[in-house]
């Protein structure tokens, strides 16, 4: 059942090529320029005259939520808001029927994203979901929604869920940036040709896993680690550090990069491993002089580059090289290496990686 891996968790990380080629297929027509999702398709002017999306989620599907915002202001230019949906459900939140909600969920179970959507479609929002778990309780509470079509998921850490996720939000975020005018024709069949070569990157990319496993003996005592990123890869920190804790107990933080000066710069000493996400794009230089102000204080860096980088090479301790793509589908890319990361640490230090204590598949109550 575990086809041959020793742990569904990896598994479900190797499988990400396919799952997320599922998510796309028949959806993602490159030849012919389209993006075909019968849930936007058919609720088309609700998502265009939307003042905002506000999306709810928690944990690792909040993650893949900040992640859709990045995609959505950048490329659709939608006002979006991502909310914890415990917090949001409890704080009063002011919802109109102009306000779209996406509701991100894997088992579609989850108790205060399930209370967050039943409190939006009470003050007239449209809900959309976008849940792994066909017929599941928030599938089936939405106004509509998109599958991701990532196949069961076991391992109690997300992994496969988070990339397919971000693979629908994208989908969502091009069709609308076309339909809306807000990208150009040229420009949305360029990232329509880069969608699709995904999941070969993410094959390329799993070609890491001995370098990485290495990497792993290295720090695996280590008591913190910190995770930073900025833009699209600020959220891939904060997975990558979740990933970490959840499985390994290792306490760990995800931060934009330059909120480092702004505190976390102190716990900096010989003993923290620091992984940064430092592609090229997306603020490479600024990546590059924070990558050397952790240097200057002796912190270990993995640092996660573009093939072919020579600057973050020269200072950094290990590099983890990804191959290129366009900006918005970065994480699709960096979040791989973490995930590897994080689970070598954890069968390293003897952890039960596919049921880490006091975790459960889905969390059903509040
Ligand atoms: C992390 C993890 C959890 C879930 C969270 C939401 O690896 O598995 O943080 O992401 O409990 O679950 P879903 O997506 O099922 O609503």
Not at 58 to 63: F, K, N, V, Y
Not at 191 to 219: D, F, Q, R, W
Not at 259 to 268: C, F, N, V
Request: proline residues 4%; glycine residues 6%.
């Amino acid at each position: 059942e575990k086809g041959g891996y020793d742990h569904f968790m990896l598994k479900e990380i190797y499988e990400q090529p396919r799952a997320i080629l599922d998510t796309y297929r028949g959806r993602l027509l490159a030849d012919q320029g389209l993006i075909r999702m019968a849930g936007i398709d058919q609720n088309l002017e609700k998502f265009i005259n939307a003042n905002r999306i506000i999306i709810v989620a928690c944990g690792t599907s909040w993650h893949a939520g900040l992640v859709a915002e990045y995609i959505f202001e950048d490329l659709a230019r939608i006002p979006v808001e991502v909310e914890y949906a415990s917090e949001f459900r409890y704080r009063n939140p002011v919802i109109t029927d102009k306000d779209v909600l996406i509701a991100i969920s894997q088992s579609g179970e989850t108790a205060d994203t399930l209370a967050a959507i039943k409190m939006a479609k009470e003050k007239g929002a449209f809900v959309f979901g976008v849940c792994n778990v066909v017929g599941s309780s928030i599938a089936r509470e939405t106004h509509a929604g998109a599958y991701t079509h990532a196949g069961p998921e076991i391992g109690v850490a997300s992994t496969k869920a988070f990339t397919t996720q971000i693979t629908v939000l994208s989908l969502i975020a091009l069709k609308l940036a076309k339909e809306k005018g807000a990208m150009s024709e040229s420009k949305f069949h360029e990232y329509l040709t880069e969608l699709e070569g995904i999941p070969s990157k993410v094959e390329k990319t799993l070609e890491s896993n001995k370098l990485i496993e290495e990497i792993a003996e290295v720090y695996k005592d280590s008591t913190n680690c910190l995770y930073l990123g900025r833009g699209y890869n600020f959220p891939v920190a904060l997975e990558g550090a979740l990933k970490l804790k959840e499985i390994s107990y290792i306490h760990a933080e995800g931060y934009p990069a330059a909120e480092m000066k702004h505190g976390p710069i102190a716990l900096i000493d010989e003993e923290m491993p620091v992984v940064v996400i430092a592609t090229k794009k997306g603020h490479y230089e600024k990546v590059v002089s924070n990558i050397q102000e952790i240097k200057s204080r002796s912190g270990k860096i993995i640092a996660i580059v573009t093939e072919g980088d020579k600057s973050v090479k020269e200072i950094a301790d290990h590099v983890i090289e990804v191959p290129e793509t366009s900006e918005p589908m970065t994480p699709l890319l960096t979040t791989i290496p973490l995930q590897l990361l994080s689970y070598h640490i954890a069968l390293m230090r003897g952890c039960n990686v596919d049921q880490p204590r006091n975790l459960a598949k889905s969390v059903t109550v509040e």
